[in-house]
């Protein structure tokens, strides 16, 4: 019988996982070992260790099912993998640039990304779209908020 | 219970002249739109319009305070259905089930099941208030830490049943909530996990965490379709369908009532309200439904519970205040910063003396609720439109909006990064079949637990268990919940096995 594999994004997560819990647990450790600090640390690192071996030897045992990893679904992770990038870089862009033009150019970038074919629409709705959440939005914020042109 | 000479005082306030209602329509509108904007929050809206109160008498300026509050409830409810994001922590079952609706085409029925279940449970949640506020009130002074813990669990156990795929990847999303929960100063401060970054002090920020995992995460895997719903004969805003799904509410009287007093009843309890409310009225109405597996694929009933739950824990939100002058959270503590202003104290002696106005609030509110209902029909015709329109403009619009109400919450960059962070893990997570919402459960309801725990163990001197045998209510909570989710279930399993193992 063949059995089943782990996808490289599962793999990822459950690394991702293990490595939080295991830096949570550790930096826990390290500030105060009384029971006061570690009663919810503690058990729930053990459980998620415990989780991940058996999520792991459920995956590898199973029987293996047909692969789904089509060249179209490979280029779907990595379309969304380059939104989520993009979606980043605009976070850290907001305070660092300014709201309104990293807005302005993640809504138009995004748009396109995201399958517009339109030439003239997509810059036009960002600009639309940014003037209303910094002149709208904006003005409900009780902080205040770099922009860079508006 | 009702002091009927108050009574007829407090309908004289109300009804001799309409000035105290002026201000209820704006605040039940400003309270739809911070509710329905991500990251503008119930608390923060009623902060900013707390200054205009100044100059209103002290029932003028209540009503417009809680429209404000129970406008927000209901607003966070909308975008929960329509873009699975959460206004706040009380709504994020109703995403569980409304969201799934609304990409099935039923996003009438489902704003109209949400808005019914709303207005139901506030009136209830209200009721409960006006005929038992001061059972209640001694019930809250009665609520101690291991109380907390019971009714935190209670919420916990949730996670256990929210799973895609298998329990142990529900299990283990809900684990690592927990975990994340962890990162911070810890209740006893000691600080744990904070890499040196200043803005991880305090944890990490449940809301734009929640804004990430939920909205974020799904609105990239959105990217490739063309409109949110995919048919486009169900796409049109139908009122004929919204009161469909209005007259829906009312198959599930059993959900409705039960979501209501779960509601009311957790709501009372100040520190935990309407973000624990809302879980545990859908885990209970989860366990109980004859149609379990429909649950978190949009089942109506599972939008009915939640609803109900977190609209319903308003008016017992307001008993604390009201009876104890205690807040039970950020918006009802910006109610006590106006009771200031008007040089007015909560608590029992506000209850003797000024029962004509403790009525009073009480009755405006449950006009409010109707009047919501007015209102809240006239307005989803517009908020429903949403689903008009293109996803290539849909997504990026949203997820700008997502990374704004990160900042609107924290004030920092750490705001939006937080929302950015928990976007890629959401993602990935629902590329592998991970159920995301036990993650926000065990990031809400971790910090609060490990809280109560160590004052439980402090207070009793490290005996809880001996210590739970001198809390009758505890006690009575706990045993209640493990009949709830160990004897329920094999009763249920039982039967089935009886009934199989009989001849035909």
């Known amino acids: 019988m063949v059995t089943g594999k782990i996808s490289a994004t599962h793999a990822f997560l459950l690394g991702l996982v293990l490595a939080i819990a295991g830096f949570i647990t550790w930096?826990?450790?390290?500030?105060?070992?009384?029971?006061?600090?570690?009663?919810?640390?503690?058990?729930?690192?053990?459980?998620?260790?415990?989780?991940?071996?058996?999520?792991?030897?459920?995956?590898?045992?199973?029987?293996?099912?047909?692969?789904?990893?089509?060249?179209?679904?490979?280029?779907?992770?990595?379309?969304?993998?380059?939104?989520?990038?993009?979606?980043?870089?605009?976070?850290?862009?907001?305070?660092?640039?300014?709201?309104d033009v990293a807005t302005f150019v993640f809504v138009w970038v995004g748009v396109l990304m995201c399958g517009s074919k339109g030439k003239w629409q997509p810059p036009l709705y960002a600009l639309v779209f940014t003037v209303f959440l910094v002149k709208g939005f904006g003005s409900l914020f009780p902080y205040p908020m770099t922009t860079l042109v508006l | 219970?009702?002091?009927?000479?108050?009574?007829?005082?407090?309908?004289?306030?109300?009804?001799?002249?309409?000035?105290?209602?002026?201000?209820?329509?704006?605040?039940?509108?400003?309270?739809?739109?911070?509710?329905?904007?991500?990251?503008?929050?119930?608390?923060?809206?009623?902060?900013?319009?707390?200054?205009?109160?100044?100059?209103?008498?002290?029932?003028?300026?209540?009503?417009?305070?809680?429209?404000?509050?129970?406008?927000?409830?209901?607003?966070?409810?909308?975008?929960?259905?329509?873009?699975?994001i959460p206004g706040s922590s009380s709504s994020i079952a109703t995403a569980f089930d409304g969201y799934p609706m609304a990409r099935k085409g039923q996003h009438n029925e489902a704003l109209g099941l949400g808005l019914c279940?709303?207005?139901?449970?506030?009136?209830?949640?209200?009721?409960?208030?006006?005929?038992?506020?001061?059972?209640?009130?001694?019930?809250?002074?009665?609520?101690?830490?291991?109380?907390?813990?019971?009714?935190?669990l209670w919420g916990l156990t949730l996670i256990a049943t929210l799973n895609d795929s298998s329990m142990a990847k529900g299990l283990m999303a809900g684990f690592l909530g927990l975990m994340l929960s962890q990162i911070g100063m810890s209740t006893t401060g000691i600080m744990r996990t904070t890499i040196g970054n200043p803005y991880l002090l305090d944890g990490i920020p449940v809301v734009p965490a929640m804004i990430g995992i939920f909205a974020a995460s799904e609105l990239l895997r959105l990217r490739g379709?063309?409109?949110?719903?995919?048919?486009?004969?169900?796409?049109?805003?139908s009122?004929?369908?919204?009161?469909?799904?209005?007259?829906?509410?009312?198959?599930?009287?059993?959900?409705?009532?039960?979501?209501?007093?779960?509601?009311?009843?957790?709501?009372?309890?100040?520190?935990?309200?309407?973000?624990?409310?809302?879980l545990v009225s859908y885990g209970e109405a989860k366990r109980t439904s004859k149609t379990p597996e429909a649950f978190g694929k949009g089942a109506p009933e599972g939008v009915v519970a939640a609803e109900s739950a977190n609209s319903s824990s308003e008016g017992g939100s307001m008993t604390a205040l009201l009876a104890l002058?205690?807040?039970?959270?950020?918006?009802?503590?910006?109610?006590?910063?106006?009771?200031?202003?008007?040089?007015?104290?909560?608590?029992?002696?506000?209850?003797?003396?000024?029962?004509?106005?403790?009525y009073s609030i009480i009755l405006g509110n449950l006009g409010q609720v109707v009047l919501l209902a007015f209102l809240g029909l006239l307005s989803l015709r517009l908020l429903g439109m949403v689903v008009r329109v293109p996803l290539a403009y849909l997504v990026p619009s949203v997820l700008a909006m997502c990374a704004w109400g990160g900042y609107g919450i924290t004030g920092t960059i750490a705001g939006p990064l937080t929302v950015a962070a928990f976007a890629g893990l959401g993602w990935l997570m629902r590329q592998n079949n991970y159920p995301v919402a036990a993650t926000v459960?065990?990031?809400?309801?971790?910090?609060?637990?490990?809280?109560?725990?160590?004052?439980?163990?402090?207070?009793?001197?490290?005996?809880?268990?001996?210590?739970?045998?001198?809390?009758?209510?505890?006690?009575?909570?706990f045993i209640i919940m493990l009949l709830v989710l160990i004897g329920a279930p094999a009763l249920k399993a039982f039967r089935s096995r009886r009934a199989s193992h009989e001849p035909n």
């Open chain 2, 225 to 237: 379709s063309s409109f949110l719903v995919q048919n486009e004969a169900q796409r049109n805003i």
């Open chain 2, 1 to 84: 219970m009702i002091d009927q000479f108050a009574l007829s005082q407090a309908f004289t306030l109300l009804f001799t002249d309409l000035s105290p209602w002026l201000w209820v329509i704006p605040g039940l509108l400003i309270g739809l739109i911070f509710g329905s904007i991500p990251g503008l929050q119930i608390s923060m809206a009623m902060a900013v319009f707390l200054p205009v109160t100044f100059g209103m008498d002290f029932l003028q300026a209540m009503l417009f305070l809680t429209a404000i509050f129970t406008g927000g409830a209901y607003g966070g409810g909308v975008t929960a259905i329509l873009m699975n």
């Open chain 2, 117 to 152: 279940a709303s207005v139901v449970g506030a009136f209830v949640g209200y009721s409960l208030l006006m005929l038992l506020i001061n059972p209640l009130a001694a019930f809250v002074l009665k609520i101690g830490p291991l109380e907390m813990v019971v009714v935190v």
């Open chain 2, 239 to 278: 009122f004929a369908l919204i009161l469909k799904g209005v007259g829906q509410t009312f198959r599930h009287p059993g959900t409705l009532l039960r979501g209501s007093l779960i509601g009311a009843v957790i709501g009372a309890i100040p520190g935990v309200g309407s973000s624990v409310a809302n």
């Open chain 2, 325 to 358: 002058g205690i807040p039970g959270g950020a918006a009802t503590a910006v109610l006590l910063a106006a009771f200031s202003f008007h040089n007015i104290i909560g608590g029992p002696s506000f209850i003797r003396d000024q029962t004509d106005i403790v």
């Open chain 2, 441 to 477: 459960i065990g990031l809400l309801l971790g910090r609060m637990m490990e809280g109560e725990v160590v004052r439980t163990l402090q207070v009793s001197g490290g005996r809880p268990f001996e210590y739970m045998m001198e809390r009758p209510i505890a006690l009575a909570l």
């Open chain 1, 27 to 99: 930096s826990a450790t390290q500030a105060s070992t009384t029971l006061n600090n570690l009663v919810v640390v503690a058990p729930t690192a053990i459980i998620i260790g415990l989780l991940s071996i058996g999520i792991v030897a459920k995956t590898l045992l199973k029987p293996a099912t047909e692969p789904s990893s089509s060249s179209t679904d490979k280029s779907s992770i990595w379309s969304d993998i380059l939104l989520l990038a993009g979606f980043s870089a605009f976070c850290f862009a907001l305070t660092n640039v300014g709201f």
